[in-house]
């Protein structure tokens, strides 16, 4: 393959991300087109400087950056909830503006995602519920149309702290 990132800045840029997915010979063209897709919504999403200005400890860059097959599929699963989220506009922009910081995105964006990703496979609704400022609320509600059934999740981190 040829060198697509010739200089460190161009790591920080989404042509150069979808370029190298475009050259990459171990994934098929199907794969490449979903993950560059998968690219342009992030994008969007995040904006054209998210590659520059975001930590490099960031979960969606860690996912951007690695290259292995299976962890382009697992982007484009992500992308592909964030898409189905933003087309049920269910509180979708609390979703970004959690994905959006670094440790916001590692202690509930990402994981609010995961969970969305495995209630929209079951054909549940998924919404996502604003905060109370000093007041105990759920992350997601969770409503199966069949029967109005309704459920609540919240996501919590778990510190873990070290004795000395």
Known sequence: ????????????????????????DTIDENTKIKAIDALSLLEIE?????????SINHPILQMISNKAPFQIKDLIEFTETLQILKRENNNYNRLIQKLLGKDNANTEGVSLVNVARIFLKEELTVSFIDEIKNKKTPDVKITNPKNDD???????????????
């Open 1 to 24: 393959m040829r060198k697509i990132f010739i200089s460190d800045r161009d790591h920080f840029k989404w042509s150069k991300q979808k370029e190298y997915i475009s050259n990459l």
């Open 46 to 54: 995040f904006g054209a400087q998210f590659l520059k200005t975001t």
């Open 150 to 164: 309704v459920f609540f999740i919240e996501i919590t981190k778990l510190t873990i702290v070290t004795g000395k």
